[in-house]
């Protein structure tokens, strides 16, 4: 792994894992690339000058074919996020998520690119009877979100098939941490949740509050990337990234008010739509396979990240 390309670098889970890549002992040449639709520059601000940043679009094939020449690994982060905007743009969303992700499958297979670890979604498995969620479940996607994150695991499974691409898809379980955007109605819920706190706001919950999610801080999964780009038994497989947990969104919220010494009562509103019920990860055979050891729970993740967007205010 000398070479190696991040699709999303300026996102909040690539320019992390760019980060990451930094300390890897081998790699040589860090290229990021971005249109800056959802990433920022400033996320790469103190790494610029050591990595190669170009501002291109996954939907541009040729961008990609010139960009993937001599590059021995790509991670594929590029991706419009978010279940309730690909329910408000599924025209858009599906040309990012699935056309785009085409792309870099078929420009890897053409500059014969030896990995591309996919970042997959664990909104693929809906809802399911089983928890945690294993990876052998039948997918039951509820949003388009879902079903694009899923295609492009299918599409990264044919290329290995019938191209001999080596591919691996990492289910993200509801990733959190520094630089993750909270300026968008889309935004993940701990960062809205981690401003509202830090600004003395109540939060909206959407639905009882009573739904469930694996928050996993992202530097889990910028170790679960670094495993699964070495890993030789790696391609084909499709692995969970979470931390194994599950907690509520009353829970949460009450973890951010004890954090934060507040007494807030959040404000309720309807559920939404294509939301899953409950959520977490099985990591058995990231365990097994990749040795993936998620090393920061839940709250030194929160406290690592109320300090971020505190800094950063
Ligand atoms: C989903 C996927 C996740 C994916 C992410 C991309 C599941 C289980 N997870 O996350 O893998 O990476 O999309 O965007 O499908 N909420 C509030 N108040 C708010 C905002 C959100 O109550 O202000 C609630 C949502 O209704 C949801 C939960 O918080 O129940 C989490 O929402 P969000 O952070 O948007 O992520 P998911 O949709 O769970």
């Known amino acids: 792994m000398k070479n190696v390309l991040v699709t999303g670098g300026a996102g909040f889970i690539g320019s992390a894992l760019i980060r990451g890549l930094l300390e890897e002992p081998g790699v040589e040449r860090i290229v990021a690339l971005d249109n800056l639709l959802t990433g920022h520059e400033r996320n790469l601000a103190e790494v610029n000058n050591r990595i190669e940043f170009h501002n291109a679009d996954i939907r ?5 074919e010139h960009l993937f020449t001599d590059i021995d690994v790509v991670f594929h982060q590029a991706a419009i996020p978010s279940v309730p905007r690909s329910i408000d743009d599924p025209q858009l969303t599906h040309e990012v998520n699935i056309n785009g992700t085409f792309n ?26 089983v928890l945690p969620k294993i990876e052998t479940l039948v997918p039951r996607p509820k949003s388009p979100y879902a079903v694009q994150k899923l295609v492009g695991e299918y599409y990264a499974r044919t290329f290995l098939d019938n191209y001999g691409l080596a591919t691996v898809c990492l289910r993200y379980f509801n990733v959190f941490g520094p630089r993750q955007d909270p300026a968008s109605p889309y935004s993940g819920v701990i960062a809205l949740f981690c401003t509202a706190a830090l600004a003395q706001r109540a939060p909206t919950i959407f639905g009882d509050g009573e739904q469930t999610r694996d928050f996993t801080y992202v530097d889990n999964i910028v170790q679960l990337n670094l495993l699964a780009a070495r890993s030789p038994t790696a391609p084909g497989n499709v692995y ?3 931390v194994g947990a599950r907690i509520t969104l009353n829970e949460l919220w009450s973890k951010l008010q004890e954090l934060e010494g507040l007494d807030l009562p959040p404000r309720y509103q309807p559920g939404r739509a294509g939301d899953v019920r409950d959520s977490q990860a099985d990591l058995g055979a990231a365990r097994r396979d990749l040795n993936y050891d998620p090393r920061i729970d839940l709250t030194e993740g929160l406290r690592r990240t109320l300090a971020w967007y505190r800094a950063s205010a």
């Open 240 to 242: 969970n990234g979470g």
């Open 104 to 129: 870099v499958l078929l420009a890897a297979q053409r500059r014969k690119v030896s990995r591309v670890v996919y970042a997959a979604s664990s909104s693929a498995y809906g809802d399911t009877v």
């Open 60 to 64: 541009d094939l040729a961008a990609l």
